[in-house]
């Protein structure tokens, strides 16, 4: 990918594209995927990096979600269970089957949570990961050794998929391109256009770099926003009601050494109701995550300092070696657009489906879901918008689609495992100058060569997209990211052809950023 050569094409274009995707998040770049793979014109026009918004911010499962399976929302779990089987095939080189384990302190919740397992898994049908089993208090201290041990009952062992999100999400780009599409980012849509009959024929952006502002125009508009549709939404209709509730969720990063072994610690109900999660991820622990209503939607949203301690006064129930503040690597904070239930004001309770709205003026708007289900979502919407744009009818190509990477034991290339395909490359580059093997920083696996790759390669443009999305260095430790900022501004300047007033203030912008991701000692 080549944001030059996309640029070209969108400036060259005379005619209507076929379809215009707002939002380069997993639902938009979906939908990318899934009209290009179908031979139809696609531009998709992302605001800020690929991946920015709650695509990079998740607890990065792809799971049927058991808590849904609770609520008894049993389509919504087979469908997701079904989807995470699909990812696995088509993305064997990021998605991973990951054992779970739910510690029990009565014998109550052994049989619960032991026949909802049981459940979970007879759903996936032949999706399934692996049979869910019953531990002794024994075996489940051996598979989850700093697991608290008073009053243990015993443990139910499960299996989910695990994924690094914004990783995945780059390559679903990278996909989409190969498909054909034209893929922007740091191009924002501030406004629809429409033609004599009142109906949308296109939108208005701005090239975030130079300040340039354009038009495109297409036969079908599709508006993948995330947690940012509903001011989309009012560019078409500047009366309409909002659809979606925005519910905040924070993550914690920390050492290896709070989760030792490959099993991951599934928390069902913590005091307010809600499921955490400790996972092993890229040599760390991730525990998460929090649900919590907001009003306002950021980019770049902050975690609140209740939900710091929420998941840091939970978590030390289950653990005998506990996390504590001055542990934490990184914090980072999502947003989820959750479908609007006018009844509900409790975001943990409203249901993680996604909805279609056309609205008079015929643009379609697609919203919640999970990353999970990023792929049905996306033949939903792409079904719909061809009728509604009387295009030519073409099937869904997506379910046995590889995505870009897919290889199968990858995990043979070690550190580089999660470029996949890729891996190769980046070997070679190494291979011409052994200089590239070193370490950007002895905090992170990363060596100088898949900077260079993904600086030519994955359409980067500043320092926090290549270290919060391209490698996961911002969210894996904040403070080893701010001292790697200055080595990758340098590299990005000679691959980019930019000056030190760039590398100047890209340092200073990732910086001030960066600090987000940092939470006090004290
Ligand atoms: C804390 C948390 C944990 C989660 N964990 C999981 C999980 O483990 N598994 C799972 O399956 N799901 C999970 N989810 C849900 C999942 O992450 C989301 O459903 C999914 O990422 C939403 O993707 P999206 O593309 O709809 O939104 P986004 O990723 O937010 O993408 C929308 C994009 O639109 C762009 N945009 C907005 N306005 C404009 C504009 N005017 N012009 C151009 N672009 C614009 C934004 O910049 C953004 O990049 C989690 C969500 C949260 C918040």
């Known amino acids: 990918m080549n944001r030059a050569e996309m640029f070209s094409r969108v400036k060259s274009r005379e005619k209507f594209w076929d379809f215009i ?88 919740d052994k049989i619960f949570y032991g026949s909802g397992l049981k459940i979970y898994n007879l759903l996936s049908g032949k999706y399934g990961f ?73 939108v208005s952006f701005q090239d975030a770099e130079s300040g340039a502002v354009f038009e495109a125009k297409a036969k079908v508009v599709i508006n993948a926003s995330g947690a940012f549709c509903d001011s989309i939404r009012k560019m078409s209709a500047a009366k309409s009601e909002k659809i979606i509730s925005l519910s905040q969720g924070i993550h914690l990063v920390f050492d290896k050494k709070f989760l030792p072994g490959e099993n991951a610690l599934m928390i069902p109900k913590t005091a307010d109701g809600r499921v955490l999660f400790a996972i092993p991820w890229h040599d760390k622990t991730l525990i998460g995550t929090t649900d919590t209503p907001i009003e306002k939607v950021e980019l770049e949203p902050k975690p609140l300092e209740s939900e710091i301690e929420f998941v840091l006064e939970t978590v030390k129930n289950y653990l005998t070696n506990a996390p504590r503040r001055a542990d934490i690597t990184s914090v980072f904070a999502g947003i989820r657009p959750l479908v609007k239930n006018s009844k509900t004001k409790n975001t943990a309770k409203l249901v993680r489906d996604h909805t279609i709205e056309i609205d008079d ?56 495992a999660i470029y996949g395909s890729d891996a190769e490359n ?41 270290l919060a999305r391209r490698t996961r260095a911002l969210f894996l430790d904040a403070r080893a990211a701010i001292e790697s900022a200055p080595k990758i501004a340098e590299i990005m300047a000679g691959e980019l052809g930019k000056d030190s007033d760039w590398i100047a203030v890209q340092i200073r912008e990732f910086n001030d950023l960066a600090r987000n991701y940092i939470v006090d000692k004290s």
């Open 21 to 108: 995707v707002i939002g380069g998040g997993a639902t938009g770049v979906g939908c990318a995927i899934d009209a290009a793979s179908r031979g139809f014109d696609v531009l998709l026009l992302e605001q800020s990096d690929f991946g920015k918004g709650t695509s990079s911010r998740s607890t990065k499962l792809a799971h049927g979600g058991v808590r849904y399976l609770a609520q008894g929302n049993l389509s919504l779990v087979r469908s997701a269970l079904r989807e995470r089987g699909v990812l696995l095939k088509n993305a064997p080189h990021l998605v991973k089957i990951q054992p779970f384990i739910v510690p029990v302190y009565n014998l109550q």
């Open 130 to 202: 692996g049979k869910s089993k019953i531990l002794s208090a024994a075996e489940t201290v051996e598979n989850l050794p700093n697991i608290n041990q008073k009053n243990l009952r015993g443990g139910i062992l499960y299996f989910d998929g695990q994924f690094d999100d914004a990783r995945l999400l780059i390559n679903l780009a990278q996909t989409a391109a190969a498909q054909g599409a034209t893929l922007l980012n740091y191009a924002g849509v501030f406004e629809i256009s429409k033609n004599s009959a009142g109906k949308i024929d296109g």
């Open 361 to 416: 003026a015929n643009m379609l708007t697609i919203a919640g879901g999970k990353w999970t289900t990023y792929r049905a979502m996306a033949e939903d919407a792409v079904n719909q918008a061809i009728k509604l744009a009387g295009l030519s009818a073409a099937d869904c190509r997506t379910e046995n689609l590889k995505i870009h990477g897919a290889a199968e034991n990858s995990e043979q290339s070690g550190d580089l």
């Open 426 to 466: 980046i070997r070679k580059l190494i291979s011409k100058n052994s200089d590239l093997a070193k370490k950007l920083h002895e905090n992170f696996p990363y060596v100088i060569a898949e900077i260079i790759w993904t600086i030519r390669n994955e359409m980067p443009q500043t320092i926090e997209d290549v």
